[in-house]
């Protein structure tokens, strides 16, 4: 077949895992790409800290260098792929080679999360694209789903587990009844985590991708700051055991909900029911499920991380990008899924006025009236009890010494409620602990 | 906010069911979707058999006329809707609209399987879309994520549960050992069935749907007459519980696997291992699950059917349409995935050349040598048996009627091999039944 037109000049920032991934899957699914885009595309230029290291892509026919400033002011280059990471010298990368007139596929969630904003309306002036498919849950298309896919519907929710890393160590825990921290070593070492895990396990990482989820969910600006964070590195095997003997399995969510008073944007440890298919979602897999109130609840699962499955966006990006390459600005897709001026101004709600249902776990000594003080003190902030469960702990040959463990499922409720209801037990003297509270999502479909 | 552009107006075919939900999913969100697309989206004209039949939707302000021919003319009207069904009247309004340069929205599977490649043929000499979200899988973005989400990669296969009714009835069966006839009766009051069938439970719906799928994925015409189909009617309780007993839930699937040799095309019902996200897919809901060469496995679930799903999908593509509106036709996604001239001439593969695992129900007389039969029979036709469960059936007082039940499931085999060899086993005189033969597929990452 002859293709009149000149392949689509690429130009790569990283040639590491993701970088070189993208390189072999342009090279190798070259003939099936074309097919598609209607044109060749080739990377023509690319930058990396060391020329010289061994690579995981052959990269004959590339110019290399080591200077990244060269791939974006290069005027053969037409799309600059964004790989390196960070949100310094990424940021500044991506808005020079804006400024020379460049479109941008990128991977970089933190890049977009903290710098969209303004990178977006860059973009706009300069009538270029910003593709970022591959900056959340990986392979999965899951942006191009919400933005496009779903356009009929007002988003009500979505809920995802979107960090591969805290899905591996919460899998690993629940099957194989290992504790924290000797999952994450596992996982160091078979690549799956960082030597520095605080991203992954804190949840920070998610929160990245939350911020983007709910901004083309939504209609709103980035508004990463806004993000309640909450880490999975306190999760015990103890709570995990109860949470399944109660029918829930815990995930690490990202959570985003809009209510008439504003929008949440939450990541933490969360029970889901052991039977919805996100909760059979384990390892290293990521899943979103997006509730849009005409289509229902729908769910997108794949591989969130590595080479070849953050490569399959990257290219399914920059194939977008060729078709529109000599499109009027006005028709594409807006970056946000909305209008730049349509977006809404929606409040982010603090963490305080989240409503969700609670998971608790109570050490009391097992002495007469504790349970009734503890179930006093619930319903006096209006928290009313789905379900509760009581363990005995004989650890003494003092009878007075006995603890009892009890766990609580409660109804949804507003956290604050939560909080107060929460210092009041702690203070308790028959308390010993403090209480260990563990949010609790039923995502039902309505 | 001001919008300087005149609202796009829709003419649609058709007020029923996904008719009335696409008026009311448009007007219920009209704001949404114009801070989305840009541009308001109304719905200016509409025809239904009957304009005096009370409707779920408000036809305010929407001219009602009850000749078809009336929309597809109307020059202020600039995307057609499909939602007449059928494949008669269906490809000559959408010929006739496509003359007339209106773009085409439809939901229309059947229409799209075989008339397909004529539609696009004449779209693309006019220049106009033909857009087809919602005739696969309802609400499920899927044709837009295998078509442009995943453009990056080779599909290896995919394999889907794309009917609703067909889910349900075997969800029923398994989970309250219902045998198939109550299951249907109820199915067909609920409404989830027609009161003929035959398109859902025989396999023809389905494989609509998988032509369609088929086509995008590997780049290869529609062949709707080449798909291979196997109903549902004849699965049997028992089956529904040996297949539990060895760990595997029989579905409904539709299956497409590019070979070396051809495109395997096939519908029928499916053992699939419990563990696999997929095989927890039940009751109305539909998924699909795509093999990427470079993505890996990939799953997208949602309602497959239903006025508001069906009308979430139909409505993503007008704004898809909406946006392209004014564009060059040469920049837009390919019908098919792939551009026109670059469609495979890759074989479909007859059944018999198919190859599968394979579980066999075999009802045989409890004799002495039925099993060294039965096994000699297997291993001289290439076949290996992956793993074995003999019941007995004492059902005589006499131990010489005595049955047994012998269930073997395969390692995969190609299926004109176990034809000859069922053939054989079933002439054995022990045999007392014709041996019952379900597909198995294990759907693993690789």
Redesign the interface.
Known sequence: ?ENLLEPVKVGLLGLGTVGG?TVN??Q??AE???????RGIVVSHASARDVNKPRICKTDGIQLTENPTDVVTDPDVSIVVELIGGDTLARELVLTAIANGKHIVTANKALIAKHGNEIFSAAQKQGVMVAF?AAVA????II??IR???????IEWLAGIINGTGNFILTEMRDKQRDFDSVLAEAQRLGYAEADPTFDVEGIDAAHKLTILASIAF?IPLQFEKVYTEGISKITGEDVDYANELGFTIKHLGVSRRTESGVELRVHPTLIPKRR?IA??DGVMNAVLVK????????????GAGA??T??????D???VV??????P?????HL???P??LSDLPILPIEEVETAYYLRIAASDQTGVMANITTILADNGISIDSMLQKEHKCSINPADDKATIIIVTHTTIEKNMNEALSKINALEAVSDDVVRIRLEHLDAD
């Not at 490569?311 to 399914?316: E, F, I, L, N, T």
């Not at 078709?323 to 009027?328: E, F, Y």
């Not at 006005?330 to 807006?334: D, F, I, K, L, Y």
């Open positions: 077949m991934g899957v342009l190798r699914n099936e790409i074309s097919r598609r885009a209607g498919e990986g392979g999965i298309p191009k789903a496009e896919g779903l356009a009929g519907n007002q209609g298919l059979n979602v849009g109130d005409a289509v229902g609840p729908t769910l997108y699962y794949g591989a070849e499955p490569a399959s966006a990257v290219v399914g920059i194939v977008d078709r529109v390459l000599t499109s009027d006005e028709n594409r897709v807006p899924a909305f209008q001026e349509s």
